[in-house]
């Protein structure tokens, strides 16, 4: 099982940027072995995927954030980021990080939920 805490939320102005950082741990994991995601969730819509990052660093976007958004890790630091610029209203959200265990991100096995931080854009 891995453990996931996300950071980095906040309130921020039309067209700023935030960085979002999930902290990985666990007993026993290999990130080469995972597919690191990030999804986000709105008031009253469901929660969609809006980027994953296969465990050999091949990136995925969602067509909302392509462009503007930029998912990465840090291996020494066992942390995922997502990097968030240009930012709209539609952005606001509570995002998620996810874990699972397929390094090319093809399945959906055995995944781990952090518990989410909120973004905020305001006019």
């Known amino acids: 099982q891995v453990h996931l805490v996300e950071s980095g939320g906040g309130s921020v102005q039309v067209g700023g940027s935030l960085r979002l950082s999930c902290a990985i741990s666990g007993a026993t994991f290999d990130l080469n072995a995972l597919c690191l995601r990030w999804f986000r969730q709105a008031p009253g819509r469901d929660r969609d995927g809006i980027a994953a990052l296969s465990g050999t660093d091949t990136p995925y976007y969602g067509l909302s954030v392509k462009g503007r958004f930029t998912i990465s890790k840090d291996r020494a630091k066992n942390r995922l980021y997502l990097q968030m610029n240009s930012l709209t209203s539609e952005d606001t959200a509570m995002y998620y990080c996810?874990?699972?265990?397929?390094?090319?991100?093809?399945?959906?096995?055995?995944?781990?939920w952090g518990r989410g931080t909120q973004v905020t854009v305001s006019p």
């Open positions: 996810a874990a699972d265990q397929s390094p090319t991100c093809e399945a959906t096995e055995q995944r781990s």
